[in-house]
Nanobody, 122 residues
Framework: QVQLVESGGGLVQAGGSLRLSCAAS????????MAWYRQTPGKQRELVASITSGGSTKYADSVKGRFTISRDNAKNTVYLQMNSLKPEDTAVYSC????????????????WGQGTQVTVSS
C-alpha cells in the first residue's frame, strides 16, 4: 500500500501565502513524477504543477511566477509553495505521485492524497 498524506491547506487572505505538503508512505521502491492538482465544484480537475524525479518542473499558466513545486526525495514528500494567492486559487488541492512498489517493480501506479481545502478570501 501507498498513502499520500497532505497538510498545509487553510484560509488566507488574497495576497497571502500557504505551503502545502504531501508525504508518501508505504512500501515504496521509488517515486517517479509528483504533481499537484486542484478542483472546484463544476470544474474539471486542473494540473497546477508537476515535478519529475529529476527535478524538472511545469506549471499551469495561471500560477506561473506565484507557485513553486519542490520535492524532498529523502522524505518522499512534495511541496507546493503558494504566494500571492488570489481568490480564484480557491479549490481542493490534491497531490498525486507515481510510485513503484517493491511488490510490483515493473508496474508503477498513480496515487492520490485525500485533498486539502485552500480558500482565499478577498
Amino acid at each position: 500500500q501507498v498513502q499520500l498524506v497532505e497538510s498545509g491547506g487553510g484560509l488566507v487572505q488574497a495576497g497571502g501565502s500557504l505551503r502545502l505538503s504531501c508525504a508518501a508512505s508505504g512500501m515504496i521502491f521509488k517515486i517517479n513524477d509528483m504533481a499537484w492538482y486542484r478542483q472546484t465544484p463544476g470544474k474539471q480537475r486542473e494540473l497546477v504543477a508537476s515535478i519529475t524525479s529529476g527535478g524538472s518542473t511545469k506549471y499551469a499558466d495561471s500560477v506561473k511566477g506565484r507557485f513553486t513545486i519542490s520535492r524532498d526525495n529523502a522524505k518522499n514528500t512534495v511541496y507546493l509553495q503558494m504566494n500571492s494567492l488570489k481568490p480564484e486559487d480557491t479549490a481542493v488541492y490534491s497531490c498525486n505521485a507515481e510510485a513503484v512498489r517493491y511488490s510490483s517493480p515493473y508496474y508503477p501506479l498513480k496515487y492520490w492524497g485525500q485533498g486539502t481545502q485552500v480558500t482565499v478570501s478577498s
